[in-house]
């Protein structure tokens, strides 16, 4: 990634650039420029995926030169730099689509906090824009070809009707990942998502998610599956076995990939397996896809083996705890660290889940986002020791983690309708 500092001021720009190791940093080029003019020529010459600006410098101010990028229509992430208490320059960038803002004076450790994040953030836009390539494109054509070859799978009945068709299908079975032969005995696996508990994902994610985990998780019983997305939140997966496999075992290892998947995608599936002849494949995938009760015992006894198990997760509440628990233990986590800056990352590290489903259980309980709850927090301990306590607002800010003064006052502010000044007065 390439960055670039603009900043009237040389003893302001000469320690904005030394103050950190920008290339350590993970960027590849570091552009300096003096004024808005000659940051619109190095944009011009360079690709530049970050920019650092002042807002106000003589002749053009930082706010224009964001203008006219945003004009030529460049996707460069820009940070603003404001010594504005009242954050009057910084509520106008915001319509310029700015990353973030800092304060001035900052300390180097602000600036390069403050570059980091929108670094994260473009290299998350990145890894969508990756997945969005005519590669992923053509694989998920490649699952629509299985969905539909499977589909027109031939019923019991053709097969019978229809000589040299069974074994002409089979052949083509291993165009499509599925090795068996006219005698193998097959397991088909239905799994249907009943409800999600973060943002849910996109459907191949999820397919890729469910077969990577089938493909681990089976590895040592060698069964291969093949693993296709049938309809909405239904996905069908075709087991073959190079050998017999219990029912006690093949019920354990879905539990187990059952729980990987609600661990990592945070939803529950309803799972249902049953032992199928490869002559019986289109009938197994109906009656368990559907849920059919229409079969006559006769036509079970005839075209379906039994199924071997269903698999139904119901209330589920994430290991170690509930809702509650979590919730408790997020309360814990923020007034241990009250005094340091605290990300929604760090809460879900510390508490072993996803940092979705910190997000998810904050605003259960709450009502607030994962961000208003940290800083309703934090204002409310600055309160309570603005009230009861004779410290400095300086140190007090300081205790909530606030390491710049202006800031603390402006969020106390927003959230009291009141500046901390004036609190302590009161």
């Not at 970050?50 to 410098?57: A, F, G, R």
């Not at 799994?191 to 849910?200: A, E, I, Q, Y």
């Not at 050998?243 to 990939?257: G, H, I, K, W």
């Not at 709450?366 to 204002?379: F, Q, R």
Request: net charge negative; charged share 25%.
């Amino acid at each position: 990634m390439n960055i670039l500092f603009v900043d009237d001021q040389p003893n302001v720009l000469s320690s904005i650039l030394t103050g950190n190791d920008w290339r350590g940093a993970g960027f590849s080029s570091v552009f300096s420029a003096s004024s808005a003019d000659a940051a619109r020529k190095i944009l011009q010459a360079h690709p530049v995926d970050i920019l650092v600006t002042d807002i106000e410098m003589p002749g053009e101010d930082g706010l224009s030169l964001i203008a006219w990028l945003r004009e030529q229509q460049m996707k460069t992430s820009c940070i603003v730099l404001t010594s504005h208490a009242d954050f009057f320059y910084a509520q106008q960038a915001i319509s310029l689509q700015i990353t973030d803002y800092v304060v001035q004076p900052a300390r180097p450790e602000d600036i390069l906090r403050s570059v980091l994040k929108a670094k994260e953030k473009l290299e998350e836009e990145q890894q969508v824009r990756e997945k969005n390539t005519p590669d992923n494109f053509t694989r998920a054509a490649w699952h629509t070809v299985i969905h539909d070859f499977f589909e027109h799978w031939p019923t019991y009945e053709e097969f019978i009707s229809t000589p040299g068709l069974f074994t002409a299908k089979t052949a083509s079975l291993m165009e499509y990942d599925v090795n068996c032969r006219e005698d193998s005995t097959m397991i088909v696996l239905c799994s249907h998502v009943t409800k999600w508990r973060d943002l849910p994902l996109a459907p191949y994610a999820l397919l890729d998610l469910i077969q990577d985990t089938l493909v681990r998780r089976l590895a040592d019983e060698e069964i291969h599956p093949s693993t296709y997305l049938y309809a909405q939140n239904t996905y069908m997966t075709i087991l073959t076995p190079k050998r017999p496999v219990a029912d006690q075992n093949l019920e354990t290892l879905l539990l187990s990939v059952r729980d990987e998947i609600f661990e990592k995608a945070k939803c529950e599936l309803r799972m249902i397996a049953s032992d199928a002849e490869l002559i019986e494949l289109r009938d197994v995938i109906l009656a368990l896809a559907e849920k059919d009760q229409a079969y006559s015992k006769e036509h079970k006894d005839q075209y379906l083996a039994p199924v071997l198990l269903e698999l139904q997760l119901e209330n589920t509440e994430l290991p170690g705890g509930s809702n509650t628990d979590y919730l408790a233990q997020v309360e814990a986590f923020v007034r241990d660290h009250i005094g340091e800056p605290i990300t929604r990352t760090q809460i879900a590290e510390a508490l072993y889940v996803s940092p979705g489903y910190i997000g998810t259980v904050i605003k259960a309980g709450t009502g607030y986002s994962c961000k208003e709850y940290i800083t309703h927090e934090k204002m409310s301990f600055a309160r309570h020791l603005l009230q009861n306590t004779k410290l400095p607002i300086g140190e007090i800010a300081a205790r909530c983690g606030y390491d710049n003064f202006a800031y603390f006052s402006k969020v106390y502010k927003d959230t009291y309708e009141i500046t901390p000044s004036a609190e302590r007065k009161n």
